[in-house]
């Protein structure tokens, strides 16, 4: 995947983008109570705020967390798919609450329930979603729309 720093700024925005846009789809649906057309635009009010939102916490604070807490996890000749299951469930465990906390506390009417009571139940109705979009729809579109980007040439088949 990413290799350098410009790879890793592309990756992350790429599924900023895609996850975001989704939860804020989901989010917007349960509100009006249903999935209707008009929610795919009306997600793109909210995204121009969420969406930086979610690179500046992924790229400066999650990230470490993230990568320290799957060396903790991971062992020598785990399979490569278990060490990317572990690190996407990580990333929506850590991301989901704090990307809840942020849209409740800019579009949520906390001020009756109280604002811990509507984080939680925003991030309890997110996670689950966050995680199978992540695990079986985002992060494989998302990893496949970098590889297309970011091609790597084989040059030890080359002839010479």
Same mark, same amino acid.
């Given at each position: 995947?990413?290799?350098?720093?410009?790879?890793?700024?592309?990756?992350?925005?790429?599924?900023?983008?895609?996850?975001? @846009?989704?939860?804020?789809? @989901?989010?917007?649906?349960?509100?009006?109570?249903?999935?209707?057309?008009?929610?795919?635009?009306?997600?793109?009010?909210?995204?121009?705020?969420?969406?930086?939102?979610?690179?500046?916490?992924?790229?400066?604070?999650?990230?470490?967390?993230?990568?320290?807490? =799957?060396?903790?996890?991971?062992?020598?000749?785990?399979?490569?798919?278990?060490?990317?299951?572990?690190?996407?469930?990580? =990333?929506?465990?850590?991301?989901?609450?704090?990307?809840?906390?942020?849209? =409740?506390?800019?579009?949520?009417? @906390?001020?009756?329930?109280?604002?811990?009571?509507?984080?939680?139940?925003?991030?309890?109705?997110?996670?689950?979603?966050?995680?199978?979009?992540?695990?079986?729809?985002?992060?494989?579109?998302?990893?496949?729309?970098?590889?297309?980007?970011?091609?790597?040439?084989? =040059?030890?088949?080359?002839?010479?």
């Amino acid at each position: 995947m990413p290799e350098n720093k410009l790879e890793n700024f592309v990756f992350t925005v790429i599924m900023a983008f895609l996850m975001v @846009y989704a939860l804020i789809c @989901y989010n917007i649906a349960l509100n009006i109570g249903g999935m209707q057309d008009a929610v795919f635009l009306m997600a793109f009010g909210e995204l121009r705020i969420m969406w930086p939102v979610a690179i500046v916490l992924e790229l400066f604070v999650m990230e470490r967390l993230v990568m320290a807490l =799957t060396q903790r996890v991971i062992t020598d000749g785990m399979p490569f798919i278990m060490i990317l299951l572990i690190r996407c469930s990580l =990333t929506v465990c850590l991301m989901c609450p704090a990307m809840s906390f942020v849209a =409740t506390l800019l579009f949520k009417d @906390y001020h009756e329930a109280g604002l811990v009571g509507v984080w939680l139940q925003t991030a309890a109705l997110n996670f689950p979603t966050a995680l199978c979009w992540q695990i079986f729809f985002i992060g494989p579109a998302g990893r496949g729309i970098f590889r297309i980007l970011f091609r790597k040439k084989n =040059t030890q088949n080359i002839p010479l």
